[in-house]
C-alpha cells in the first residue's frame, strides 16, 4: 500500500464518535481522583472505563505475534499491595478526597455485615445503610455521604484490584477504591462515587489476583489472555468485557460482535487496546503519513479471548517530538471489509 492509497483511507474513513470523559478516570484504583486524557469508543456499548496511571518500564520489543490464552494458577494467600495503607492511617481506614471536600471512612464488621463509619477509631459517625451486598465471602454495604455514595464489599486478600459493575446510563462521576483491612482481619474493597448512585444501579463487582485471575461477585470466572504486558477478560454469563493493562484499564457491557477500543496517554507514548468482532483478522498499524518521521509503533499484539473468540488486541505507539502519537489499526473482518480503528 502506497502513501497515496494510506492517505485516501484515512480520509475516506467515517470518523467514529468519540466521547472524552475525564472525571471517569482513577488513579491506580486507590487513593485520589487522576485528571488523565482517556478517549473511549464503544459500538452501541455504554462504557465506564477506570483508568489506572502505571509506569512504562519494561515496555520493549515489537511483537506482532498471536499470544496464548492465560492459564490460570492456585490463588494466592498473601495480601496484596491492593491493602497497601500510609502508615499514619489505620488498615480499616481510606481517605476520600472526590467530589467535595475530604473525608475519613472506616469499615468494621458486624456480624459478619461490613458497615461504614466516617471518622476514625476515635471520633466517628456510623452511616446508615441504604443497600446491601452479598456473596460467598460475605455482605457489604453502602451509604450516602453528602453528596457521595459509599460502598464497601468482600474481596479476596490477594485481591490486586477491584471494579464495581454498574448499571449503564448511571453517572458516578469520579471514583475513587482501594482496598481495606478490618480490624478482625477480613479483606474488603471501598469505592466512593463523586454522585449519588442507587444501590440498585451496583450489578455486582469484581476483582483481579495475584495469579491472574479475574472474578466476579456472582462467582462466575473471566475468561482471560494476557496481552500488552496484563490482561483481558471477558464474564461471559455477564456480557461484561474488560482490561486491566500498564496504563489503562477498565469494564464495559456489550455483545461479541460489538467492538470496542480504549487508549490512554502518558510522557508521549500512546496505549489503545479493545476487541474486535470474532472472525476479525489484524493487519497492521497505520501511522498518518504527515506523522511518519516523528511516530515509531513498539509493540502489536493481538489474541483470541473466550468461547467466541473474539479478537482482543493491543498496541503501543510513542511520539519523539512532543506531537500527537496516536496511531490507526488497520482490520478485516470475517466478511472481508478492511477497517481502520
Same mark, same amino acid.
Do not use: C
Given at each position: ?58 515496555? @520493549? ?31 480499616? @481506614?481510606? @481517605? ?32 446508615? =445503610? ?64 463523586? #454522585? ?39 464474564? =461471559? ?15 464495559? #457491557? ?5 467492538? #470496542? ?39 502489536? @499484539? ?6 467466541? #473468540? ?32
Amino acid at each position: 500500500m502506497n502513501t497515496s492509497e494510506i492517505e485516501r483511507i484515512l480520509q475516506d474513513s467515517p470518523a467514529p464518535a468519540m466521547r472524552v470523559d475525564p472525571d471517569r478516570v482513577v488513579d491506580g484504583g486507590r487513593r485520589r481522583v487522576a485528571r488523565s486524557r482517556l478517549t473511549y469508543v464503544g459500538a452501541g456499548l455504554a462504557a465506564a472505563l477506570l483508568v489506572l496511571v502505571a509506569g512504562v518500564a519494561g515496555w @520493549q520489543s515489537y511483537d506482532t505475534r498471536s499470544l496464548q490464552p492465560a492459564r490460570h494458577s492456585p490463588t494466592a494467600r498473601t495480601t496484596s499491595p491492593f491493602f497497601t495503607h500510609d502508615p499514619t492511617v489505620a488498615t480499616n @481506614q481510606f @481517605q476520600s478526597s472526590v467530589g467535595s471536600g475530604t473525608a475519613t471512612y472506616s469499615i468494621v464488621e458486624r456480624s459478619g455485615v461490613l458497615r461504614i463509619r466516617r471518622g476514625d477509631d476515635r471520633s466517628y459517625v456510623d452511616l446508615p =445503610v441504604v443497600g446491601t451486598f452479598r456473596n460467598q465471602a460475605g455482605i457489604g454495604t453502602s451509604t450516602n455521604d453528602h453528596d457521595r455514595t459509599v460502598v464497601v464489599v468482600p474481596v479476596p486478600a490477594d485481591t490486586l484490584e477491584a471494579s464495581l459493575d454498574i448499571s449503564s446510563g448511571v453517572d458516578p462521576g469520579g471514583m475513587e477504591s482501594g482496598g481495606v483491612i478490618t480490624r478482625s482481619g477480613s479483606t474488603a474493597a471501598v469505592f466512593v462515587t463523586e #454522585h449519588h448512585i442507587a444501590p440498585s444501579a451496583v450489578k455486582g463487582w469484581w476483582w483481579r489476583t495475584r495469579s491472574g485471575e479475574v472474578v466476579a461477585s456472582t462467582g462466575e470466572h473471566a475468561a482471560t489472555v494476557g496481552i500488552g504486558g496484563g490482561v483481558m477478560y471477558q464474564f =461471559v454469563g455477564q456480557g461484561l468485557y474488560g482490561m486491566s493493562l500498564p496504563g489503562l484499564s477498565g469494564s464495559w #457491557h456489550g455483545a461479541p460482535g460489538d467492538g #470496542h477500543l480504549a487508549s490512554a496517554t502518558r510522557n508521549r507514548v500512546w496505549t489503545t487496546a479493545g476487541i474486535l468482532p470474532p472472525g476479525s483478522t489484524i493487519l497492521g498499524p497505520v501511522v498518518p503519513p504527515s506523522r511518519a518521521r516523528a511516530v515509531t509503533v513498539d509493540a502489536v @499484539q493481538h489474541a483470541p479471548l473466550g468461547p467466541d #473468540h473474539t479478537v482482543a488486541w493491543f498496541m503501543r505507539s510513542r511520539s519523539t517530538d512532543g506531537g500527537s502519537g496516536s496511531v490507526s489499526l488497520r482490520w478485516r473482518d470475517a466478511a472481508g471489509t478492511v477497517h481502520l480503528s
